[in-house]
């Protein structure tokens, strides 16, 4: 290996996350099919035991228990696996400078100029994997390569514990192996677009040419075109780095048509995107916010809040009330999510003329005690009334706060 990298991106993804977390918990679970789920009665998680022994996520509980008897069926904890999701953050932060905290189990890296060849990022991405192992007791498959999309591939290919590197001078003859419909950005139904064009391959999408891929095809399936070709087009980004928004999303499963349930997860996501805002000591002056049918169409809305804010209170208030008005009852949602722009220093944010009113200064008391009860107990110890249903399901211990008007 002597090629530099133009671009080197890390990709981490964490095997099997949920119910991996549990069983470093707890060592005597190792090497036993579990399922995380049970509060639910659906199977959320699941170790490769037990994904050996044919269960799938989805799949009621009760099914999964006759199937195998001798399966364990946790009910989730969702403050763990936030808190094993900051140690990884943290081990990755140790060797990368920009780190891009993608969802709970994953996170990018942009480690470019950190290396003088392709051995050097090669050793610096088999450090952060053992060092993951290490420390966490959880493994991790990890992808190197010139694209996020491309790190991505890298990442999934070799599932559990996998180290896979697509150097540059390797991407046709890696993605000549990989279907399109494995590649992170394409959804069922692009596949089935590429599909109808005779595209079944990530190589022979790659291998369009400029003027086909401008005349025939949308700028999200540009920018993947570009990625897959090496080209790096979506950047690796996080808040020390780039204050410019802050997201939250989560997939639920199984998806549904109930109101209630999306609605508390959408919440859910306010809750959390609010928190990491307090976190890092900004407010935010909007927000845009999505639903996600099961065949990946986006129901997209987007909110202001007048004056900057990150107390959970103020944006649910908005948030929901857009949600109500544009829920659309009997499509089945699989994922909701929240993006909080206009980001500013809390320090800036405009005060009423003789400071900050009665109110304000308890509703800030009230989320400064959250925010300590989080640190002390677990992120998600502490949940509004509104998302309490979605965070019951994956931590059924939990306390719940009014949503709005009751801060006494």
Not at 258 to 282: F, M, P, Y
């Amino acid at each position: 290996m002597s090629d530099p990298f133009l671009r080197a991106i890390v990709h981490v993804d964490g095997d099997a996350f949920f119910a991996s977390c549990e069983v470093a918990r707890n060592p005597r679970l190792h090497g036993k099919p579990v399922a995380v789920g049970g509060a639910r009665g659906i199977v959320l998680a699941l170790t490769y035991e037990a994904k050996a022994r044919g269960i799938v996520r989805g799949m009621p509980t009760h099914v999964a228990r006759q199937m195998v008897p001798e399966l364990v069926v946790l009910p989730g904890e969702y403050g763990l696996y936030k808190l094993f999701a900051q140690r990884m953050y943290r081990i990755v932060e140790r060797h990368a400078p920009v780190v891009e905290r993608y969802s709970i189990d994953e996170c990018f890296a942009d480690v470019s100029q950190c290396a003088d060849d392709l051995e050097g990022y090669w050793q610096m991405a088999s450090t952060i994997q053992n060092e993951l192992h290490r420390d966490l007791g959880i493994s991790f498959s990890v992808g190197l390569a010139p694209s996020k999309v491309l790190a991505k591939v890298a990442s999934k290919y070799r599932k559990p514990g996998g180290l896979v590197l697509i150097p540059p001078d390797g991407i046709n003859a890696f993605l000549t192996g990989v279907s399109v419909s494995k590649v992170w950005g394409i959804g069922p139904q692009s596949a089935a677009l590429l599909r109808n064009r005779g595209i079944e391959r990530a190589a022979q999408f790659a291998a369009l040419g400029v003027g086909e891929i401008r005349g025939s095809y949308a700028r999200p399936l540009r920018d993947i075109w570009a990625e897959l070709r090496g080209i790096s087009v979506f950047q690796v980004s996080n808040l020390h780095t780039v204050q410019q928004s802050l997201a939250a999303t989560r997939t639920f499963r199984p998806p549904t048509t109930d109101k209630s349930t999306v609605r508390a997860e959408l919440a859910l996501n306010v809750e959390e995107a609010c928190a990491r805002a307090r976190q890092h000591g900004l407010s935010a002056g909007r927000a845009h916010c999505f639903l996600k049918s099961q065949d990946f169409q986006y129901l997209r809305f987007e909110v202001s809040f007048g004056a900057p804010t990150n107390a959970t209170s103020r944006i649910l208030e908005v948030v929901l009330g857009r949600f109500d008005q544009l829920f659309a009852p009997g499509i089945k949602y699989r994922a909701t999510g929240i993006t909080l722009s206009d980001l500013k220093d809390r320090s800036f944010s405009q005060a009423g003329l003789f400071g900050p009113d009665l109110y304000e200064q308890r509703l800030e008391a009230v989320y400064g005690v959250v925010d300590a009860l989080g640190r002390r107990f677990g992120d998600g110890i502490v949940h509004c009334a509104a998302a309490a249903p979605a965070a019951h399901q994956l931590r059924p211990r939990i306390f719940s706060l009014p949503m709005l008007g009751e801060v006494y």
